[in-house]
């Protein structure tokens, strides 16, 4: 995407109930490091369903 000349994208992981590390390390950090390294910009991580209380 960042090749492209997109400069924000935002993600979501549907196929995960809960956030856990290996899912924050994966996608929020390690994935957002490469866009920026490729020439994008902002990679925001939408947090699953628990982020906040019922």
Known sequence: LAASGVKCVDV???GFAVDCLE?????????AERFREKG????NY???LNDSPA
């Open 46 to 48: 939408i947090p699953c």
């Open 12 to 14: 979501v992981c549907p």
């Open 23 to 31: 899912t924050l390390e994966e996608i929020a950090i390690e994935n």
């Open 40 to 43: 994008g910009g902002t990679l």
